[in-house]
């Protein structure tokens, strides 16, 4: 089974949001990309773990796509769920909870006992899973499937921070910088310069909860100074 290599590769200004690209860089060998379907979704968190929202991924073909983009409403935690699940060989014998992609109606279903020639239509064999990714959920219980590829993403995005940050940057150059009193613009890019610099190391770490917290931070001083 490949090792998935899901990356964040860029944010684009999009209107008053974002939108964050997201590229597989799997080295798919034996099976190959195209013996198989991949799956995404994500979740903006909450610096307690839990679903801040559902992220909103463009349509994609799972048979095809190796970039995916998604709206960035908001700065913060965001996590993942990759899978790739081949396709059905009516000549593979499946172990009870194996998981395949079957081409003739484009669904992943899920054994529900040991088979082998028995298409993914035989409701006695097969149980359809609506959402791909919540396999993912199952890994490391009893009902987990064990040929299933799959990669939990973690990042700290913060384009808006960013953005706010070089807003803040011209401000401050054209602000009070000699011997009289600092402005407030130099102080408020100081600060949330603070924030930025926060959010790079707690994503470089893996510090995701406190990365969020930082966010939040870094919003209520965004929402103030500009």
């Known amino acids: 089974m490949p090792t998935l290599n899901l990356t964040f590769t860029s944010e684009t200004i999009d209107g008053d949001s974002f939108q964050g690209l997201l590229t597989d860089s799997t080295v798919y060998t034996t099976p190959t990309r195209a013996q198989g379907a ?102 490391g219980t009893p009902s987990a499937s064990a040929n299933l590829s799959y990669q939990v993403y973690e990042r700290i995005i913060y384009p808006f921070s960013k953005q706010g940050f070089g807003t803040l940057c011209s401000k401050a150059a054209l602000d009070c910088c000699s011997d009289c009193e600092r402005g407030e613009d130099v102080l408020a890019y100081e600060q949330l310069g603070v924030y930025v610099d926060g959010m790079n190391i707690a994503d470089q770490r893996g510090q995701y909860l406190q990365g969020e917290k930082i966010a939040r931070d870094a919003q209520t001083a965004l929402s103030k100074c500009l």
């Open 38 to 139: 991949v799956y995404l979704t994500g979740q903006k968190m909450k610096s307690d773990n839990t679903e801040d929202y559902p992220l909103s991924i463009t349509t994609y073909n799972p048979e095809t796509v190796t970039t995916f983009t998604f709206d960035i409403t908001k700065d913060g935690y965001n996590k993942f769920k990759f899978v790739y699940i081949q396709d059905y060989n009516p000549a593979t014998s499946y172990a009870q909870y194996d998981v395949v992609y079957y081409d003739s109606d484009n669904l992943v279903y899920r054994a529900i006992e040991p088979t082998l020639g028995n298409v993914p239509t035989d409701e006695n064999f097969w149980e359809p899973i609506a959402i791909p990714t919540s396999l993912v959920d199952n890994v």
